[in-house]
T-cell receptor, first 115, second 114 residues
Framework: AQSVTQLDSHVSVSEGTPVLLRCNYSSSYSPSLFWYVQHPNKGLQLLLKYTSAATLVKGINGFEAEFKKSETSFHLTKPSAHMSDAAEYFCVVSDRVENFNKFYFGSGTKLNVKP | DADVTQTPRNRITKTGKRIMLECSQTKGHDRMYWYRQDPGLGLRLIYYSFDVKDINKGEISDGYSVSRQAQAKFSLSLESAIPNQTALYFC?????????????FGQGTRLTVV
């Protein structure tokens, strides 16, 4: 079975400083991995996804994530935080089960950006 | 217009009442899902469906039922709501189970059971 661990429930950074949101996964094979963002009172928006091509994945709004198989990690980074990045972020692993992709969510990391 | 639309967006109901949450999609996807979000727990799968004849329980289906009225419509019912079903509910769709297929989410329904 798949599982996802987001190592920090809350992260606080100052505007203009780097962001690091950590995610570890367990999977019996090479997984598909995703990061979604949820702004307050909004749905979930896909930031980026890893599908076994390049290990460094670029997403929207300047976010990147690096797949490290040896560390079973898929950490999300951004060089310079913006106030609009304040949101909750979810790391997700998907698993094919019969005729479906099932999506397994981490518990989320709330990012606070200070002026 | 949103690809995945949930109604209502917010609902307060009393313990013991029956309530239905509705979801419709214009993505043309066969696969639809209902998730529940609780603080600190991420999203957990309630039910999922391939078509009107295919309904599958997720990890937390107790106390819930679903109906797939058409390819585009998937509703979630609480037959007798209880306070611990207070949560944010999301409907989602996805395409064929290929590598990298993502899920598309609605805006969510915030349900409060008092």
């Amino acid at each position: 079975a798949q599982s996802v661990t987001q190592l920090d429930s809350h992260v606080s950074v100052s505007e203009g400083t780097p962001v690091l949101l950590r995610c570890n996964y367990s999977s019996s094979y090479s997984p598909s991995l995703f990061w979604y963002v949820q702004h307050p009172n909004k749905g979930l928006q896909l930031l980026l996804k890893y599908t076994s091509a390049a290990t460094l994945v670029k997403g929207i709004n300047g976010f990147e994530a690096e797949f490290k198989k040896s560390e079973t990690s898929f950490h999300l980074t951004k060089p310079s935080a913006h106030m609009s990045d304040a949101a909750e972020y979810f790391c997700v692993v998907s698993d094919r089960v019969e005729n479906f992709n099932k999506f397994y969510f981490g518990s989320g990391t709330k990012l606070n950006v200070k002026p | 217009d949103a690809d995945v639309t949930q109604t209502p967006r917010n609902r307060i109901t009393k313990t013991g009442k029956r309530i239905m949450l509705e979801c419709s999609q214009t993505k043309g996807h066969d696969r639809m899902y209902w998730y529940r979000q609780d603080p600190g727990l991420g999203l957990r799968l309630i039910y999922y469906s391939f078509d009107v004849k295919d309904i599958n329980k997720g990890e937390i289906s107790d106390g819930y039922s679903v109906s797939r009225q058409a390819q585009a419509k998937f509703s979630l019912s609480l037959e007798s709501a209880i306070p611990n079903q207070t949560a944010l509910y999301f409907c989602a769709t996805s395409g064929p189970p290929e590598r990298g297929t993502e899920a598309f989410f609605g805006q969510g329904t915030r349900l409060t059971v008092v």
